[in-house]
């Protein structure tokens, strides 16, 4: 079968291809891990571009015992295999051999969707010791072979077929990828998000080294998205949302599915699409959605009168906490940067806007509850802010000497006088708070150990408070007063953070300082200056994979995700104090890596809030038993 004639004409496309071999970088970003896996999300892509199309339901990923050769496998038309009379090759080896095929064969019949994405098949083809490509069509099954890019001989006819479909296997080239392994989670993640973006869409991925398959389906779309996403984070929703648009305009050439909804997080996450193909570095497309967001919730908040008075509303305050799945598909994106990730294309960002803005818009007048509850999550933000800027102007104030000589002897202080930069941790008991001193970074973050226990504000007069050490403690360190002298300006640091065992011990001390602020400094709640930190109870190590998990639900959703049969090496941590200071570090204290639950006070459930610090810390037993009676069934609702 092969010949070394067969492909004698074609010399331009070898020229192509080896200047893909030569500087393989310019055409898949790197030859890295990220660029091997490339190779693949560029075959996929072709055949989600099928599904897309409405001719194909189904795909199958297949990753060999050796971890290195791939198949993807569809159930499309199959590439069409009959040889083109001018030039005398067929679509199959002309997108397989030539650089940019896409869109250029066939008066455009043949488009290439991966080729969107900047690359195609042929530089698959060239960066691979062996690639075979077989389609199924018209009962019979077709096969070409190549290596490094150029065919092996031509297009062989084999045994009948049943159905039709593409499939090609590739192993990338050693020679380019110095470790060719590739890695079945990450595989595995790509493929189901493609899944929620593609209804119907089935995606089956065989992993032969572990011996699994698994299959993905989500009819949900990007609401179900959105809800993994926040499962994943751990975050906790505002209101009854999210807003979910789903509108094919064919009239413009654009699909735009949203779903977003706000969260507690005070990070702003879009996950964005185009084509389906991530775009991380976002573009117009997320342009147009955080315009049609801010103008539809400005808007709101002026019309029903939710703007407060003395608080000034920023952008940034509208963007706080948002979350939300973006997916567009588009004509002819083009995609912009070093790695490809951004959309660039001018007109899809108006295109967004109109359509989401008018919908959101009548949304939120809709549900005027869920508008107020969005409206409230802006003001937090709004005031939190503000709160910090007032901390930062009086940092001269603070640099006093007569501030620093009242303070607690076993408060480990930052370095920083800066309160907007500066960091307090509240530590339960010596141990810890030994880990939380050698692990911190002193320049912004201060340790107070609690070593005492701690009163029980609920059931003690302010006489007995003012006795108890371990508040007066806290009070001094913060600086800022309490009751009626308190006064926010003294404030020495930006976020009070309670760093307590990951037990049941854990959440009553942090639930007794919550008590104790909730009725002598509530102004530190209300300007969601109090954050609980989040330490790890499980660290679960499969082979080079380290994961955490600050409970039993988030170690079992990790457990879940692990191939079946894989054993991995479970550590459960007894305390904060058996931590190995760098380990607590890089799992809670370090503000690039850690997670932080900011506690607040739900707005307009003011009434709520009180009966429920009365019932649960107060004298009366019954009101105790009664509340987790009634709450119990919503117990997932409770955030703290
Ligand atoms: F391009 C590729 F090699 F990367 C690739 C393409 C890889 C895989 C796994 C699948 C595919 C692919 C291509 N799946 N389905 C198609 N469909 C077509 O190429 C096709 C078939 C028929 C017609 C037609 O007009 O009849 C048009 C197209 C684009």
Redesign the pocket.
Known sequence: MATGTYNADSITVLEGLEAVRRRPGMYIGGIDKAGLHHLLW???D??V??VMNG??TRIVVTLDADGKTVS???N?????VDVHPKTGQS?LEV??TTLHAGGKF?ND????A?GLHGV??SV?NALSTSLV?QVRRDGLTYTQHYRRGKPLGPIELGEPARGT????TFTPDPDIFRDAAYDPKLIAERLEVKTYLNKGLVIQFVDQKEKTSIEFRHEGGVADYLDAVHQVRGDTRVAALPFVLEREDSGEGLRCHVALAWTESTEEVIRSFVNTIPTPDGGTHEQGLREAVRAAVRRSMTDHDLIKKGIEVKNEDIFEGLTAVLSVCVHEPQFQGQTKGRLNNPEVRSLVESMVRPRLENFLIKNKSVADAIAARVIQAAKAREASRAAASQVRRKTAISNRLNLPGKLHDCDSTNPEESELFIVEGDSAGGSAKQGRDRDIQAILPLKGKVLNAEQAGKAKVLDNKELTDIISALGCGMDDHYDPARLRYGKIILLTDADSDGHHIATLLLTFFYRHVPGLLNDGRVFLACPPLYKIVWGKETHWAADDATRDRILAKLPKNSKPNITRFKGLGEMPAPLLYETTLDPARRRLLRVVIPDGDRVYTERTVTDLMGKEPEARFKFIMTEAYTAKDIDI
């Open positions: 560029e075959i996929v072709n055949s571009d099928e001719h194909a993807v496998a569809d499309g038309r199959g590439i069409p679509a997108i397989f066939d019949a043949y488009k290439v991966g195609g098949a698959v490509a479909g593409t499939t090609v």
